[in-house]
Structure formats: structure tokens, C-alpha cells
């Protein structure tokens, strides 16, 4: 559990974790549970969603990568090409930059300014979820994550209790079409499982019943509100 920034009114819970762990589901009853026992809070999904610098990835994305997109059967061949253009000095910087840039623009309109309004947010994702991607991307070492991490931290809110709905690769690529790859779980759930036990993340199963996944959210958020 993460300390809540003393300058935040509100709470900010995150539910973080793979594709088809059941974070959305998970994090929009929370939202309700939270209004119905009187905690003004806001649902935010927070992964990367570009904004004022989308038009620099539709041209990265049309010159380096145009029949490369992301789906089942070629997910390998685009996660190949992708970090092969980014072994480029320049082109890697740019790329990391524009990330980092429009993922911080974002997590301060829809996460910050509501908590300093007094609202509390439970976040669909958060910066854990973006730097993982990233760090796939970019074979960001142990040190490099760490040291990505920490800059984040000193311009975004804190969570208050970071839930990490865990569960095998081979569950969560059946609850969702659109996961390109069994591999692509796996890079990330290695990641989610260290930075867990590294920053203390309470670890949720998320191969349990939804309602019994409710319950257990809902008692972990109780005990901070």
C-alpha cells in the first residue's frame, strides 16, 4: 500500500493488471459501491490515450510500422519491428518522450485536478500499467523501470491502494478477443508480479467469482476510506 499524497483530498485507488483480469468490471461497481456509501468518487481509465501528440504516433505508426498492427497471429512480428526501429538512438528518445509527455498531460486532467476538487478516483489502470508496456517495448532493465517510475511519482498523485487482479495467461487470453498473443501476457505479468512485491501491491485472484472479487475489493478499500 502506497501513502496518499498529503496534498490530495480524495483517495485514489488503482486497479491495475492484464488484459482480461476483469479490471474495468472491477473498477466501475467500486465506483458505485464507493457513491452509494456517500464517497464522491470518479471512474478514470488511465491507460494511454493519446491526446495533442497523437498526430506524432498515426506518422510513426505510417512510416515505420504500416502492415504491422497487433492482432492475433502477428503479434510477434510487430512487437519484432517495433523494437527494431526503437534500437535507434534518436528515434527511441522521441518515441519514450512523446509517451512520457502525453501520459503525465493526461493523468493530470482526469486524475489530478479531480482529487484536488475533493473527489476520490478509482483508476482503470494507471502509470504501473503504461510503464510496463513501455518497458516490453523498450527492454527496460530492473534500474531503468525503477528510475522511470520515481520520475512519474514526483508529478502524479500516489495512490492510496493499488490492486493488482492477477491471473494466469491462459484464463485472461480466453475472457478477451482482442489480446494479440499469449506472449504478450506473459511479458507483462512477469513485470506486474516483481513491481508488485517490490512497491507492496495488494495482489487480488482473479480467477475468483465476481461477486467474491467485489467483495474482496470493497473490504481493502473500506479499510482506507
Known amino acids: 500500500m502506497m501513502v496518499t499524497n498529503s496534498r490530495q483530498k480524495g ?3 488503482c486497479l491495475v493488471g492484464m488484459d482480461g483480469t476483469g479490471k474495468s468490471t472491477l473498477s466501475k461497481k467500486l465506483v458505485e459501491n464507493m457513491n452509494e456509501h456517500g464517497i464522491k468518487t470518479k471512474y478514470v481509465w488511465s491507460g ?3 491526446m495533442i501528440l497523437k498526430p506524432f504516433f498515426w506518422v510513426g505508426k505510417a512510416l515505420f510500422i504500416p502492415r504491422h498492427e497487433p492482432t492475433p497471429g502477428t503479434y510477434m512480428r ?4 517495433l523494437r527494431k526501429v526503437l534500437r535507434n538512438p534518436l528515434m527511441r528518445t522521441v518515441y519514450e518522450s512523446i ?3 502525453d501520459y503525465a498531460i493526461q493523468l493530470l486532467l482526469n486524475v489530478r485536478i479531480p482529487m484536488m476538487r475533493g473527489a476520490s478516483v478509482v483508476s482503470d489502470r ?8 513501455l518497458a516490453v517495448v523498450l527492454s527496460y532493465t530492473e534500474r531503468k523501470m525503477s528510475y522511470m517510475l520515481r520520475a512519474f511519482e514526483r508529478l502524479l498523485p500516489k495512490p492510496s491502494l493499488v490492486l493488482l487482479i492477477d491471473a494466469p495467461e491462459e ?4 475472457r478477451k478477443d482482442d489480446i494479440p498473443s499469449i506472449t504478450h501476457l506473459s511479458e507483462r505479468r512477469e513485470l506486474y508480479l516483481s513491481l508488485a512485491k517490490q512497491y507492496g501491491f495488494t495482489i ?3 480467477t475468483n467469482t465476481l461477486p467474491a ?3 474482496t475489493i470493497w473490504s481493502a478499500v473500506r479499510e482506507i476510506s
Open 78 to 81: 510487430y512487437s519484432t519491428t
Open 48 to 50: 494511454l490515450e493519446p
Open 171 to 174: 484464463v485472461a487470453i480466453k
Open 126 to 133: 494507471y502509470v504501473y500499467d503504461v510503464l510496463i508496456d
Open 204 to 206: 487480488i485472484d482473479g
Open 213 to 215: 472479487l467485489q467483495s
Open 99 to 101: 509517451f512520457c509527455l
Open 11 to 13: 483517495i485514489l485507488v
